[in-house]
């Protein structure tokens, strides 16, 4: 029993023939623009899958033990009668849903995840009811998989997205969202260090490093940071930095004086000096003398 489950757990989840393998993406891409046909359709590919399945053991148990270099095309000839028949009840008992699919119906004859599990079935040994569980777990992830893009390019449709991002462009991103614990770390790397060395504005650069050399010190040690260590940690380092310089500057004000009263020239206006760019000067009046 233990078996079984894990076998439908792995088919449905970790070995996804659809998210993980890659099969069947001319439908996932093809009948995913409303939700609704979307499950339909994968569960008539589960109904293809699961005749598959029990056409597969019984090709494999009594008649390819004899004749395996007919294995391939059998299963092409078993796969192709399931979908006549499945396109059959559908045309006769729902025909709206047979126009909304169109091509892609009579086309899963043609959709590798059917051939898949056949092949999977055979090269694994799987007994009947191992089988049976196999094309439930392939036929419900396909299913889920449509599902998921379908609801995602349905949010899509009403998002304000870019021109150039909108339709097909934007569902490849999405579909191949699960490539990228594919990317190797090295490569992360150094895509993260190509949009860091885009996104600097060297004009405030300049600009900083003329106004106040410690705060640029700040964010070049922040910056070098960000690409060297965590990136929460270099957060941490920029706020302790600008923390601690500031307590420096706040607990020694610099006083200059900047006029006399006219009226009263025993009273001096001073000021605290300028700290930073854009600061604004309080000034009040002191005694002299």
């Not at 006769?92 to 999977?120: D, E, H, M, S």
């Given at each position: 029993m233990s078996n079984l489950a894990w076998i439908f757990t792995s088919t449905l989840l970790v070995n996804n023939f659809t998210l993980v393998m890659f099969l069947g993406l001319c439908s996932f891409f093809g009948v995913t623009a409303k939700i609704g046909t979307a499950w339909r359709l994968g569960l008539a590919n589960t109904f293809v899958l699961i005749i598959t399945a029990v056409a597969t053991w019984i090709l494999n148990t009594y008649v390819l033990t004899h004749t395996p270099y007919l294995r391939t095309i059998a299963f092409i000839v078993v796969i192709a009668s399931a979908v006549q028949i499945v396109e059959?009840?559908?045309?006769?008992?729902?025909?709206?849903?047979?126009?909304?699919?169109?091509?892609?119906?009579?086309?899963?004859?043609?959709?590798?995840?059917?051939?898949?599990?056949?092949?999977?079935?055979?090269?694994r040994h799987y007994t009947f009811v191992e089988g049976l569980v196999f094309a439930l777990g392939a036929g419900f992830g396909l299913t889920l998989a449509l599902s998921l893009l379908a609801s995602i390019r349905e949010r899509m449709e009403v998002a304000d997205v870019p021109v150039i991002a909108r339709r097909m462009g934007l569902v490849l991103i999405a579909a191949s969202s699960s490539l990228l614990a594919l990317i190797p770390m090295a490569a992360i790397a150094g895509l993260l260090v190509l949009i860091s060395w885009t996104l600097l504005d060297w004009p405030n650069w300049l600009k900083l490093w003329r106004s106040s050399r410690t705060d640029f010190a700040i964010a070049a040690a922040t910056f070098v940071a960000t690409i060297s260590i965590r990136i929460e940690m270099a957060i941490l380092l920029g706020t302790i930095l600008s923390l601690v310089t500031h307590l420096y500057r706040t607990s020694k004000p610099a006083m200059r004086i900047m006029g006399f009263d006219s009226k009263e020239p025993g009273r001096a206006f001073v000021v605290r000096e300028q700290l930073a760019q854009g600061l604004v000067a309080l000034g009040f009046p002191v005694l002299q003398g």
């Open positions: 059959m009840i559908v045309k006769k008992y729902f025909p709206v849903l047979f126009r909304q699919l169109g091509i892609y119906l009579p086309l899963i004859t043609t959709n590798c995840a059917i051939l898949g599990l056949a092949l999977f079935q055979t090269s």
